[in-house]
């Protein structure tokens, strides 16, 4: 089992930033890749960016330019740096720690309870 936790989320104003921190515990040795999506307000949850054990980063469109994934595999911690934000970046972020078994699929994996990220305008 692992157990993934989430934190950093607030209320930002638009062009600020925020860095949020998802840490992955207990039997990590089975995941090798760190997601971290988002869910708006009656929006489906959507991709946002992803690093892998060996640091491979993708991004989004939406985010790429503005959002930074990176790691601290010591600490089995992932952050995810948001600046220049905008009022539709407002969501629920939740981290997803899986394993990737072949190119682009994943396990399901282990999900957190989310942050809140708000932005206003």
Known sequence: QVQVVESGGGLAQAGGSLRL????????????????????????????????????????????????????????TVYLQMNSLKPEDTAVYLCNARKEIAVGIYTSGYWGQGTQVTVSS
């Open 21 to 76: 921190s998802c840490v992955a515990s207990g039997s990590t040795s089975i995941v090798n890749d760190i997601g971290w999506y988002r869910q708006g307000p009656g929006k489906q949850r959507e991709f946002i960016a992803s690093i892998s054990k060996g640091g491979i980063v993708k991004y989004a469109d939406s985010v790429k330019g503005r959002f930074t994934i990176s790691r601290d595999n010591a600490e089995s």
